[in-house]
């Protein structure tokens, strides 16, 4: 019973992402000549090699693709995946974003909506949104909170659904 689901970014996903590069690989070329003009600026340095780091981080959690199996639900991003069990699953639903989602820890845009956010309805939860109009949110037994997103959500929603029931 292997399905596959696309992630989709929205435009506001895609052209966040290519201006953000474009505009740090700028300040990359810019640091690199300042530090290679005047050797003492590190502060220059730092503050461009902590920006990189925090660009990777979400990079590599950026969503790509999620597949069901017979066991597990799983969420391919850049370099890994996460795994949720059916029998871990105490909810699926589609979700729609509030005005009062906040974001704790993550990208808001950039290589998607990843990271930690906070929402007054659900409380904490981890993001890996490409599309936020195509979200929904996964509660999990020992109750951690997920909200994905894929192109057919609601194909996806009822074929977990037909699972865990």
Do not use: C, H
């Amino acid at each position: 019973m292997e399905q596959y689901f696309k992630v989709r970014w929205s435009w506001w996903v895609r052209i966040t992402t290519v201006v953000v590069t474009v505009a740090l690989l700028g300040l990359l070329n810019y640091s690199l000549n300042k530090f290679m003009i005047d050797n003492d600026d590190y502060e220059a340095l730092l503050i461009s090699v902590t920006i990189f780091i925090l660009y990777g981080i979400f990079m590599i959690n950026a969503p790509i693709s999620v597949r069901l199996t017979t066991q597990y639900f799983e969420l391919k991003k850049v370099v890994g995946s996460i795994r949720i069990e059916y029998a871990a699953i105490s909810y699926i639903g589609r979700y729609r974003p509030a005005l009062s989602d906040m974001k704790m820890f993550g990208s808001g845009g950039l290589w998607g909506f990843v990271g930690v956010f906070r929402n007054s309805d659900i409380g904490s939860y981890n993001a890996f949104i490409g599309d936020m109009q195509q979200s929904f949110l996964i509660r999990t037994v020992e109750g951690r909170v997920y909200v994905f997103s894929v192109e057919d959500v609601d194909d996806l929603i009822a074929s977990i659904k037909r699972v865990i029931r």
